[in-house]
């Protein structure tokens, strides 16, 4: 079968899709290059022609997973809804129990990224972003009176610490806890945050 002649940027786009791909399924320890390249049908030489090493591959991919990471994000910040429901959105969206993709690539990364510089800036940088998006519509509905919440940024490291842990508890040790108590809990904070009704309360 004839492969489609890719632009420079389509065929490392392509590549750093298959790179995540083979990461989610093998962990970064056990991926080869051989390996991206076998799931594309393409030669070993033709990924190092674009990113000379494994090492920078696998940088790459996850700066790529983080920017589309954001960008959903900011797709849903940038709804015309009202601050609580694009929040809620977004936290509903990166807990894992719900659609967000991809834990098992960011618990790899998290753990690469205690010996790489550069994938624990990409890192670094993603959990900035994240945490500046979400204080920013908490302060919004604070101005709007929607809520009440007194230290947003605090409200907003405390949220995704607590989905980041989950997001372990929930991918590594599977059954330790049910997704239907996950998900109360991070209502329960939330609620909590923005000083709102909520579950149990």
């Known amino acids: 079968m004839t492969r489609v002649r890719l632009s420079v940027a389509?065929?490392?786009?392509?590549?750093?899709?298959?790179?995540?791909?083979?990461?989610?399924?093998?962990?970064?320890?056990?991926v080869r290059i051989s390996d991206v390249a076998s799931a594309l049908g393409v030669s070993n030489a033709l990924v190092l022609y674009h990113f000379a090493t494994k090492e920078r591959l696998v940088d790459a991919a996850f700066a790529h997973?983080?920017?589309?990471?954001?960008?959903?994000?900011?797709?849903?910040l940038s709804r015309r809804t009202t601050a609580l429901r694009r929040l809620?959105?977004?936290v509903r969206w990166y807990a894992p129990t719900g659609q967000a993709k991809g834990w098992r690539l960011?618990?790899?990364?998290w753990a690469v990224s205690l010996r790489d510089p550069a994938l624990r800036e990409v890192a670094r940088d993603l959990d900035r972003q994240w945490k500046a998006a979400l204080t920013e519509v908490i302060e919004e509905g604070v101005?709007?009176?929607?809520?009440?919440?007194?230290?947003?940024?605090?409200?907003a490291l405390r949220l995704t610490a607590l989905l980041d842990g989950l997001a372990v508890q929930?991918?590594?040790?599977?059954?330790?806890i049910p997704r239907s108590r996950a998900r109360t809990w991070v209502e329960e904070a939330l609620a909590r945050e923005l000083e709102l009704p909520g579950p149990g309360r």
Do not use: H, N
């Open 170 to 176: 929930l991918t590594s040790y599977t059954g330790t």
């Open 10 to 30: 389509e065929r490392r786009e392509e590549m750093l899709r298959a790179a995540i791909e083979q990461i989610e399924e093998r962990g970064v320890a056990a």
């Open 106 to 109: 960011w618990i790899e990364g």
């Open 65 to 76: 997973a983080a920017e589309a990471d954001l960008a959903r994000l900011r797709k849903l």
């Open 143 to 155: 101005e709007s009176g929607e809520f009440t919440c007194p230290d947003p940024a605090g409200a």
């Open 88 to 90: 809620r959105a977004a």
